[in-house]
């Protein structure tokens, strides 16, 4: 290969510093750095100016903070999508859109290649590339982490110490982190011991629970056709309401895993995340959907949850299936609009009620009260009939 214009996914990170010095080194190409901005904290300062004395002839750091929550975010969110029932993907969901930023850059800068710094041992090396091949098949991909020289970050420092790299002075962080709005992951280190409990340090953004306030938050979350549009009564843009509840949830130590989960290359890892506005959101979500969905629908959405979780884990975002599955998941919503009133206390979330125009519970049917409209009687006939192949099958097979 012989790339003439390479775009980097680039961090600002050890790696891919090391990494964009690295492919200037090894190739005669121009290299553009490019940073997606979907809310990740630390490491945007100063990004610019490193990546130009890294070896960057260019750098473009892009704004995809309303993208993402609005298209990426809210339809996994509207998806009810959990990987393995619990984690709400926030590093996952990112992917694909930083896949596409990188194929629209390198489209409008005529480059021929495109760099990213994940391993060959993760997820996130699937999810990029399924997502360059799917969006932009005449593209080559290089990931130089899977097959460069060095073997250990003292390696990597000792590179960029002879290169001139600027790295930061502060001790690093003895895990790896990932952060964006929907969630923060948090691996490596004391953490690669299943056996041993999370170190306090190991949290980034939530208050421990047990040093959470003793006094319960109240908050309502008003949604239409599927997405949050209101926090207490109050308007506001999705990007908006996530960043309020990752405060809110913080602050009462919402929305911690710790799991063991399966990787796309087949291996198990131990994993740390904080998603307090994800794990709010989709308590609230699910709330609503049991309030409006119908029994059918809603029966059949779970396991549609499910296959879409899988398909955004394992790279499938820009695929036909996905697509069309989403599709099915948007005329779900249609309906799915009104009020959770959630309370948070101390890690816990409770909802105290939910309310909707098109709620399909009715009271007059449940209630087990003066004023009951359901027909008991009518209740013989159909348990004959429901229950009948089975007293065939008993009668033919318990002789
Ligand atoms: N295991 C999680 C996922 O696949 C988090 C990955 C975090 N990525 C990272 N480069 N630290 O979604």
């Not at 087949?266 to 989709?282: D, F, M, N, Q, V």
């Not at 359901?374 to 007293?391: N, R, T, W």
Request: some cysteine.
């Amino acid at each position: 290969m012989n790339p003439k214009k390479i775009v980097v996914a680039y961090s600002g990170g050890l790696d891919t510093s090391v990494m964009v010095k690295w492919l200037s080194e090894k190739y005669d190409a121009e290299i553009i750095a490019v940073t997606g901005d979907l809310g990740q904290k630390k490491e945007l300062f100063g990004l610019e100016e490193k990546a130009l004395k890294t070896g960057a002839t260019k750098v473009h750091v892009i704004d995809l903070k309303d993208e993402f929550i609005k298209e990426y975010a809210f339809k996994a969110l509207k998806a009810g999508a959990l990987y393995e029932n619990e984690y709400p993907m926030g590093c996952s969901i990112g992917r694909p859109l930083l896949a596409k930023m990188l194929v629209d850059v390198a489209l409008k800068e005529g480059a021929d290649t495109i760099a990213h710094g994940a391993t060959g041992k993760g997820n996130d090396q699937v999810r990029f590339e399924v997502g360059i091949q799917s969006l932009a098949p005449h593209l080559n991909i290089l990931a130089p982490l899977r097959t460069w020289e060095f073997k250990s970050r003292e390696q990597e420092i000792e590179y960029a110490k002879k290169h001139n790299i600027p790295i930061q002075a502060t001790k690093e962080s003895p895990y790896s982190i990932d952060e964006n709005l929907f969630g923060i992951s948090v691996e490596c280190g004391i953490l690669e011991d299943p056996t041993v409990a999370p170190p306090a340090d190991a949290y980034q953004i939530t208050t421990d629970p047990k040093l959470a306030p003793d006094i319960a938050e109240t908050i309502t979350i008003k949604f239409e056709k599927g997405i949050p549009v209101s926090l207490n009564g109050i308007e506001k843009s999705p990007v908006e309401i996530v960043v309020e509840l990752n405060n809110i949830g913080s602050k009462h130590g919402i929305g911690r895993l710790d799991i063991i989960e399966n990787r796309v290359v087949g291996i198990k890892s131990r994993e740390i995340y904080e998603a307090p506005s994800a794990t709010i959101l989709h308590k609230a979500h699910h709330e609503l959907e049991k309030l409006v969905m119908d029994k059918d629908t809603f029966r059949y959405k779970q396991g549609v949850s499910n296959q879409i979780a899988n398909m955004i884990y394992d790279g499938l975002w820009f695929t036909p299936l996905f697509t069309s599955l989403m599709a099915f998941v948007d005329s779900t919503q249609e309906y799915i609009s009104g009020n959770v009133k959630i309370e948070l206390y101390k890690g816990n979330l409770k909802v105290l009620s939910r309310d909707s125009e098109f709620s399909l519970y009715n009271e007059e049917l449940a209630t087990y009260k003066e004023g009951d409209k359901f027909d008991h009687v009518a209740s013989i006939g159909f348990i004959h009939l429901y229950g009948l192949p089975f007293k065939t099958v008993s009668k033919v097979r318990n002789k």
